[in-house]
Nanobody, 124 residues
Framework: QVQLVESGGGLVQAGGSLGLSCAASGRTFSSYGMGWFRRAPGKEREFVASISWNGDRTVYTDSVKGRFTVSRDNAKNTVHLQMNSLQPEDAAIYYC?????????????????WGQGTQVTVSS
């Protein structure tokens, strides 16, 4: 069992930056691949980024490549999403998730554990 708690959301102006964190419980955190997803109002849940169990592989959706960076600290049971050059279309609730697939995956059904989400608002 893994419990996930996101933090770091908030309001930022377009072009600004935010860093999200996800704290995980459980002694087996390092065996899980981790992902970030987002859901904007009126839209489907969307994959954002994923990172392998040891952090050596990452995958991003095209719209955030070069702007977002996913990383993890297995010693602290945390995963981070650094978001730069934020745009209004990035506004959403951001969720972190854990998968038993140790390598990055964008496929939501592979993620067994989800956090409650943190709101990101981007003003234009």
């Amino acid at each position: 069992q893994v419990q996930l708690v996101e933090s770091g959301g908030g309001l930022v102006q377009a072009g600004g930056s935010l860093g999200l964190s996800c704290a995980a419980s459980g002694r087996t955190f390092s065996s899980y691949g981790m992902g970030w997803f987002r859901r904007a109002p009126g839209k489907e849940r969307e994959f954002v980024a994923s990172i392998s169990w040891n952090g050596d592989r990452t995958v991003y959706t095209d719209s955030v490549k070069g702007r977002f960076t996913v990383s993890r600290d297995n010693a602290k049971n945390t995963v981070h999403l650094q978001m730069n050059s934020l745009q209004p279309e990035d506004a959403a609730i951001y969720y972190c998730a854990a998968t038993s697939y140790q390598y990055p995956t964008s496929y939501p059904p592979r993620y067994a554990y989800w956090g409650q989400g943190t709101q990101v608002t981007v003003s234009s």
